[in-house]
């Protein structure tokens, strides 16, 4: 990802906040010869230092994903900005966004407990507490069934990559001009935007 010095997010604990905040991913890796992609939730491990998934069995993606690098993509927040924002038009229209990249070797999982471990990870992550669903009260045989239908598999991370564009090219005067406008908004991401670049620019002062 092209990433330049004053858009590189060096904090690995900021990156894996990104992860788990938009942790629907897109995975990209070689399939038959093309390019190829899924979207899908990954649930993060920091401490193994893998991502956790599956695909549906019929998805033919996973038949020849292991020995490869893949990539996969964690989308944040983003937002259009308008040059009319600023103290003076000379200027052109830019997006603001937050991404990571993150690059691995994947290895298809084949043992029941294990799957089954990360599958309830992953509805433990999403479930609300005080839910009436609890997956660890389903009946294991019927689990068990339910996933001869999935392909599990983890990715082993070998590189991350985290972008934050949030205007840091631009004077303060004019990050603060466009955080004023983003939070007049009454979309989710442009609000995101505006809250990322104040927190940025607390620490640019």
Known sequence: MYIP???????????YNIIEKNSFATLFSQHNGRPYATH???????????LYGHFARPNEHW???????????????????????????????????????VYGQVEILHEEQEIYDAL??????YEKPGSSYRFKEID????????????????????????????????????DLVIKQLELSQESDQLQIAKLMKKNHKKEC
């Open 40 to 50: 899908l939730p990954l649930l993060l491990e920091k401490e193994e230092g893998v």
């Open 140 to 175: 294991r045989n019927f689990i068990d069934g339910m996933s001869k239908g999935i392909v599990a598999f983890r990715i082993k991370i070998t590189e991350i990559e985290g972008k934050a564009k949030l205007s840091q090219n631009h004077s303060v005067e004019r990050q």
């Open 63 to 101: 038949k020849d994903i292991e020995n490869q690098t893949v990539l996969v993509t964690f989308q944040g927040p983003h937002a259009y900005i308008s040059p009319s924002w600023y103290e003076s038009i000379q200027a052109v229209p830019t997006w603001n966004y937050v991404a990571v990249h």
């Open 120 to 125: 309830f990870s992953m509805v433990d992550k």
């Open 5 to 15: 010095k004053h858009f590189k997010i060096d904090d690995l604990e900021i990156i």
